[in-house]
């Protein structure tokens, strides 16, 4: 299950932010951003950011 923040990263990788413009949009580090991106993508058990964007929509429903 993704955390409330990861939920946050998870709709914006769905808009196609970068790591780094995440980090600036919630006032993280670009670290904390890429860690919550490789959280996402182990939780939702997929490869890469594009596979994560196309499970957002199913798993986030209509934030």
């Known amino acids: ?14 808009e196609g932010y970068t790591n780094g413009e995440i980090a600036k ?3 993280i580090s ?3 951003s890429k860690a919550h991106v490789a959280a996402i993508l182990h939780k939702l058990n997929v490869k890469n950011r594009l596979q994560a964007a196309l499970c957002a929509q199913k ?3 209509n934030l």
């Open 1 to 14: 299950m993704l955390t409330s923040r990861e939920k946050e990263v998870l709709e914006l990788i769905k």
């Open 25 to 27: 949009m919630l006032c």
């Open 59 to 61: 798993y986030l429903g």
């Open 30 to 32: 670009a670290h904390t």
